[in-house]
């Protein structure tokens, strides 16, 4: 199905230990999107990506680092987990055509830090 | 600074009701402002507006933009348990921009 698929859905880290998150997208857009979501916070973004080859910091990008290797995949990585990055993650996938804003979610990583 | 302002917060009303949910902004380069519905898991998308007065609707959900006054409202008519859910705004110029949410609950 054509869409946007994270990986892990669920995910329970330590303190300190690395993970990252895969994204990919099967519909040809150009622009992807990290986002963390925080109870009474909404969406923040964390890094975006405008084309392949390109990453650009958001709103709250420190602790994490991103990695668009391709057109399809746009990966977040955390080096070292810290319980405030305890939150659901969103990624997301935009094409503008013909002056429309698409916008295409995944269904979320939930990532617990203990 | 961009920021997109959603009220209230919360909502709780009983099926059948009608809501007004408002989203306000202040952006450098207003593109488009857009409406998501949240329940479970991802946001899915209702509507892009990008002109001013002119209503977008679908069945009981309609949404029309003011640029002037830069809001845009959402609005539910005889509303039902399934539409209780997280409803974003989020407004798109060089990135996108989202409010925090309006959380409604529709009541049996």
């Known amino acids: 199905n054509a869409g946007v698929t994270q990986t892990p859905k669920f995910q329970v880290l330590k303190t300190g230990q690395s993970m990252t998150l895969q994204c990919a997208q099967d519909m040809n857009h150009n622009s992807m999107y990290w986002y963390r979501q925080d109870p009474g916070m909404g969406l923040r973004l964390i890094y975006y990506s405008a084309s392949e080859g390109t990453t650009d910091k958001g709103e709250v990008p420190n602790g994490y680092n991103v990695s668009r290797l391709n057109k399809r995949e746009f990966s977040l990585r955390l080096e070292s987990a810290a319980p405030s990055q305890t939150s659901v993650y969103f990624c997301?996938?935009?094409?503008?055509?013909?002056?429309?804003?698409?916008?295409?979610f995944g269904s979320g990583t939930r990532l617990t830090v203990v | 600074e961009d920021k997109v302002v959603q009220s209230p917060l919360s909502l709780v009303v009983h099926e059948g009701d009608t809501v007004t949910l408002n989203c306000s902004y202040e952006v450098t380069n207003f593109r488009s402002l857009l409406w998501y519905k949240q329940e479970k898991k991802a946001p899915t998308f209702l509507f892009m507006l990008?002109?001013?007065?002119i209503e977008k609707k679908s069945g009981r959900l309609s949404s029309i933009l003011d640029k002037k006054e830069l809001f845009s409202i959402l609005n539910i008519t005889a509303t039902q348990t399934g539409d209780s859910a997280v409803y974003l705004c989020a407004v798109v110029d060089d990135k996108i921009i989202f409010g925090k949410g309006t959380r409604l609950h529709i009541l049996p």
């Open positions: 990008t002109s001013s007065g």
């Open positions: 997301a996938s935009q094409v503008q055509y013909r002056g429309f804003d698409g916008y295409t």
